[in-house]
């Protein structure tokens, strides 16, 4: 059968809800179940939220914790921990229309069970952020079920679209979407068997091999799906005018097309949120820890597959489109290859200091342009040709380079001055250092994401928002060098991006679960 949440979505428009999810009158669902009914009715009020939003509230709801404005935040004592005042469930939080979220504590079943108060603050936490997990997903196969039924399925923009177009457009988003139902109804299930204390990470370790296979290539697709969408704006006459009245439907909610086909990477990048928050709240040692650690670690390794895959697609397009780009003037150095990839490009100037016969003359220097291509494995000088073109003079290995910084020595030139040495022997290898990052001041304190950054650089960091980071280096023109909690992936970011986690109490939680999350991780890798 399919999911519960599924069957159940066509009957939405003719419920009506009270404030904590209990039916007011239920027609015709009352029918259908007659004995479980209420149950049901609080994942249906999740449903009628899309995916979109959900993220939105729940990733602001996490950012406000961390700066200690969310209501119900925990507050640690002197000795680091949590205040007994404070440890009740994490408070109700409404969407922008008002319609509040469901909880846990608040599905009848378990209100009128009479066990509630047997629970302790911290088994109602992990009960709730495992009915999280549940809810959200109802959430996500909504907006599914609207990008494939409503966007992809229509037979106007069918028409509309070539088949190759529209495979590029929309990929395997079908598939997703099946998998994520069985999914689904497996988390459903699970809570039937027993609303009180129900498990989910096994569920979610045992669906990672199908995730894995339905989100890889879609992920994957990313890039080719952004460029087609931008061609058929562009190209595409009808296009436009036939996206605008099927995103108009209030179905959508005025939502666009994007914000649905964004969603897979979306969900999985959250899922290991969801899983990584069960995992803290667990009792150490354990089976339900372990089960959870095994989970998250799957939930990571997918991940990296997706960002991996999604890399050396675009590193490798990028020496496609460069190859086309450059010509040598001597022998022909073979540029693409599946190991290489672009770190820094730019126009440099060339400084003749062989001129310079008095240290710290003041005469001008003569100099000419210079364009660098370095790569994790070689470099490239070239001259321009035209706008679009590069001409190599000079081509060597990292290896045969030296660089010295040259910025004290010469004070008379402003700017940064280096001095690159191609040598005929190899030298052990000396890092290319910006010299503007000389002058960055290092930082141990903790920063949190505040608006999503795609990385522009292979040396910057792609952020979603709440992402947790120490700040290593923060330069004097706004650039942030961090280490992620989560995955202790390092690379920089704009300032502007993120801002600093000023509440102590905050800090000392994020150290103590990302060193219990290491440590339990580690274990497992030992225990294998």
Known sequence: DPPVSNRLSRFLPSCVF??????????????????????????????????????????????QRQQGKEPGTEEEGSDGTPSPSNLSPSSSFRSSRGSAFALWQDIPDVRTSGQLDNFSNEERKLQEAKFELVTSEASYIRSLTIAVDHFMLSQEL??????????????????????????????EHRLEEDILRFDVCDIVLDHCPALQR??????????????????????????????????????????????????????????????ENILKRTTPGSRDEDTATKAFNELKTIIKECNSSVQSMKRMEELIHLN???????????????????????????????????????????????????????????RRKDAWKFMVFVHAKIGE??????????????????????????????PFIHP??????????????????????HDELTLEKADILHAKTITSDGWVEGIRLSDGERGWFPKTYVEEITSRSARLRNLRENIRIKCVTQKLKVDD
Request: hydrophobic letters at 40%; a neutral charge; glycine letters at 4%.
């Open 18 to 63: 009270a404030q904590m999810g209990v039916p007011l009158f239920l027609n015709p669902l009352d029918q259908l179940f007659p004995e479980g009914a209420c149950y049901y009715v609080n994942i249906l009020v999740f449903t009628a939220i899309l995916y979109q939003e959900y993220s939105d509230v729940a990733i602001n709801r996490e950012i």
């Open 158 to 187: 069918t028409e509309c679209l070539g088949a190759q177009d529209k495979q590029w457009l929309f990929s395997k988003l079908p598939e997703v979407k099946d998998v994520s139902e069985r999914f689904l109804q497996e988390l």
């Open 214 to 275: 339905v989100y890889l290539p879609y992920v994957t697709n990313q890039a080719y799906q952004e460029q087609t969408y931008q061609r058929l704006l562009q190209e595409n006459p009808r296009f436009p005018g036939i996206l605008s009245r099927l995103e108009e439907d209030p179905i959508c909610q005025r939502l666009p097309l994007t914000s649905f086909l964004i969603l897979p990477f979306q969900r999985i990048t959250r899922l290991k949120m969801l899983v």
């Open 324 to 382: 086309k780009k450059i010509n040598f003037e001597g022998k022909i150095f073979p540029l693409i290859s599946q190991s290489r990839w672009l770190v820094k490009h730019g126009e440099l100037l060339e400084v003749d200091t062989q001129m310079m016969s008095i240290s710290g003359s003041k005469l001008k220097l003569p100099t000419r342009p210079v364009y660098l291509h370095l790569f994790n494995d070689c470099l490239l000088l070239s």
């Open 401 to 430: 380079l030296k660089v010295k910084d040259l910025s004290q020595k010469l004070q008379g030139i402003s700017g940064f001055i280096f001095h690159l040495q191609l040598c005929e022997v190899h030298f052990k290898q000396i």
């Open 436 to 457: 503007l990052f000389l002058s960055a001041v290092a930082d141990t304190s903790q920063v949190q994401c505040i608006k999503s950054y795609q990385a522009q650089e």
